[in-house]
């Protein structure tokens, strides 16, 4: 059985005694620097003194005999005695070589300067400090070893507390593991609730529109919607906010189709849902056999559009989620294979938002053309581009039939 936190009074102590150790050079280097200081001051006084009767005139045989003597301090690494144009007389030392302080004193005779004395004394290093104190260093790793020990020996756990310690940690262990079950059982209660509720609202706001197979054979006129969605909000959209709306805009898709059919003398049954509305949009078709069924569901595209402007203005001025819409009413295109469907799918992918395109045949355009002013797509990049119209405008009646319409819809659904 351990100590508690031993490798971290370990760490402690090896910090402590590197503070010691650095405290101790700069000590030692602190207390070398002034006994330097002191001893240089003297040894300067005292060699001008000795050598001051021997430079004027100058004996440099008598300098250099002092300069020697001088020298055989080990603490001296060089001496130079200069005369007062500061030529040398006399060098001397050991260990010239050697960086050191330099003490130097002017020698003055009968208030004249007649030379001087340079003295340079050893500066020791970090490591000669070190070998001088090593027996000091050694007592301190002893003593911080020691110390380690009888931590290791007064901390250590008795045996009644370390079985304690174990069934502590085992019933703390217990706990949490009691804890992390309730917590996963209480999210997955959680997360079944929102399950059910999300089904309850769905079940709820979502319209029961039948969805009908398409007969690929079927000459027809299709009419798809679109949501116009460059910043790929849909895809960040929880299902809890994006199934509402997309349950709205089918009611107000069907009651298009009831008003506008009524409006044509036609069945709304006629008009069949090949897709509810979705995150794709939705698309409609009609037998292009029935009389008037191009018109109409130019009638119902531009009907949606107005009542999808009226519910994204709406939805911005409350800062709920919305986007808005594009259509496209197309027939088969032989020449590219493609059906009424899948044209005006492909038709509406080349539109923005509260754009509306139409690919008809000539007899169909025409009895289009006389009530919605047409234009002529721009940048067309394939056969069936070339040959749409993009609807510019629409003539009084036609307008005034479409607001109406409009506004029988907005009124029937805020009387619900």
Known sequence: MNAPRQGLFASLLIISFALHTCLMVLATTHQLNENRTNQGQLMTSQLVTDSIVELQ????????????????????????ILDANKQVLATSGLAKTRQGEVFSRDAILNDKKVGSVEIV???????????TQWLTILLSLLVHGLLFLAYRGIARPTRSEYLNRLNTE??????????????ALEKSSKALAIAQAQQKIKEKFEPKTPVVAFDGNQACVALNIQFYDPKQLLNTVNKSVSIPYFNLCQIFLNKSIENCAQHFNLNPQDILIDQAFNQQGATIHIDS???????????????????????????????????????AISTEVEAMQLNAIQAAERLTHHLIAKEMALYLSHDLLKQVSGQYQLVVMPNPSNLLTRHAFMINGMGGESAGLVEQIRTEILQAKSAS
């Open 57 to 80: 005139p100058a004996n440099t045989v008598s300098l250099a005999l002092l300069a020697n003597r001088y020298a055989t301090n080990p603490s001296v690494a060089s001496i130079r």
């Open 170 to 183: 085992a019933r703390l262990k217990h706990e949490v593991q009691q804890l992390t079950e309730a917590l």
């Open 289 to 327: 056999a029935h009389p008037q069924a191009a018109q109409c569901l130019v009638l119902i595209g531009s009907v949606f559009q107005l009542l999808s402007d009226v519910l994204y203005k709406r939805y911005r001025a409350d800062k709920r989620f919305v986007l808005q819409t594009r259509c």
């Open 121 to 131: 004394l050893i500066q020791p290093s970090i490591g000669e400090i070190l070998r």
